[in-house]
RNA sequence: GUGGCUGUAGCUCAGUGGUAGAGCACUGGAUUGUGGCUCCGGUGGUCGCGGGUUCAAUCCCCGUCAGUCACCCCA
């Protein structure tokens, strides 16, 4: 066991492992295509007052889990804990509202929060994610829900569930905020450890707590969709209606909050329900973040987005069915036939075939038992008679089959689809 | 960050206060130009790391690191 680790919570693929990695990404690529998102590639490290002032400074995120350091001294720097302010940043930077009155970008890569990591939790840990910019909703809100919930279908996850609730505009959080307060504080003593510190700095959070004493007071709490300012409500149920119409199926959840302050309005979560994911079965959140622009010292622009945990995909996602990685396997009868078959692996890899071969010098026995598992259909064979006719036999595993072919034949017979 | 559990071969795991085992995997052979099955053999471990108790520790104790589960929070 060599003491040079990867450091803790960030993990490697390794090959086998690669090939779901793939379809998570290129499943999401092709449906992202389908809609008209572009890719936004963003530097995975930001000035570290991008997510301070975006993010809030009172969240978890931003007050104990973001890798955060000096760069020789002269500035604060964060490895990005998310991909909503750094798109935002892009987006404001390049003045891409000034030459596009709506905009849709997706991103995909690593982010790092430095958390205990658990099952489904990691330090570094993937995201895909859309953003529209530029337009208020709420259609576009249903069809960002509507695309999560195709993509997690696509790779054959259904056992989700989706939760949506708005936190309103203008004054709806803070009018919300004081009731919430008057009715939780004569309960003050009874709540846990936990919510009785979140009841000043963050009462919203007392909301969806798990402590069974916080969840009996939460019940009887007052219900934030009944304080929506009124263009909030309209909002709020034409998003319903689209959603009836997509046929997406969602749970209203009042108390749905979630931990970034930028959020206004439309507010969404898709929870997995595999027995796989343990307590963190959120695979999706979003929600609209119709002010945050113009905070970040942007033009005044609507915008919604969502984030999709792929790691946590990973737990639940359907078993990919194997494909062989290789056309053809070239077992060589004696050492000295090793470079006349280099030389024909190269001939066919140009013409397109995928071949590899064991050139280590071992016995045919090893050599066709290393091309039964490389999962190559036809193992081709060279001898002292192939090499001296320019031929090989190509032998297919599965049936036992054989044929002696030229060698510019051989790549036409072995290459599939 | 808090608490619980785990840490023996590449993998899954047995095991004992007296210097370590199985299955699978890998590899050689039975079959000197032919795999998958079978049989026989072989490689491989500072028993996570450090300290303590002991004549002696992989086993007991403490610490530490890593993994995992729950909480916190979130993707």
Redo the contacts with the bound molecule.
Sequence with gaps: ?S?L???????DVLPEDAARWHRLESTFRELVGRYGFGEVRTPLVEPTDLFVRSIGEA???VE??MYTFEDKGEKSLTLRP?G?ASAARAWIQHSVGGKHPVSKWFYLGP?Y???????????Q???AGCEIYGDPGPYVDAELIDFVVRYLRALGIQDIEVLVNSLGAGGTRDRYRDALLEYLRPHASEL?E??QR?LER?PL??L????PQ?QAIAENAPDILDHLDEESREHFETLKSALDDLGTPYRVEPRL????DYYTRTLF???GRGG???????????GRYDNMIAELGGPATPAIG????????LLVMAETEPKPTLDGFL?V??KELRGKALAIAQTLRDAGARVDA?L?G????????????SSAPF?L???????AEGT??V????????R?LPIDQVAAAIIRD
């Design positions: 066991m003491k680790r990867s450091v803790k919570g960030m993990n969240t978890d995120i104990k889990e998310e909503t982010m929060r430095r958390e205990r990591p658990a099952k489904g939790r990691y330090r840990f993937w995201q846990s936990d919510s979140r963050n959070r007392v969806d707590s798990k402590a916080d909050v979630r931990g970034l979560e898709v929870r796989d994911l343990g307590a963190n079965a959120a695979l999706c959140g979003g969502f984030a999709i945990g792929l790691d946590r995909l077992v009868q004696a064991d280590r071992g016995s045919m026995k090893s050599q066709f038992r290393r091309a039964d598992k193992a064979i060279l001898g002292e008679r192939e090499a090989v036999q032998k297919e595993l599965a049936t036992g089959e054989q002696e």
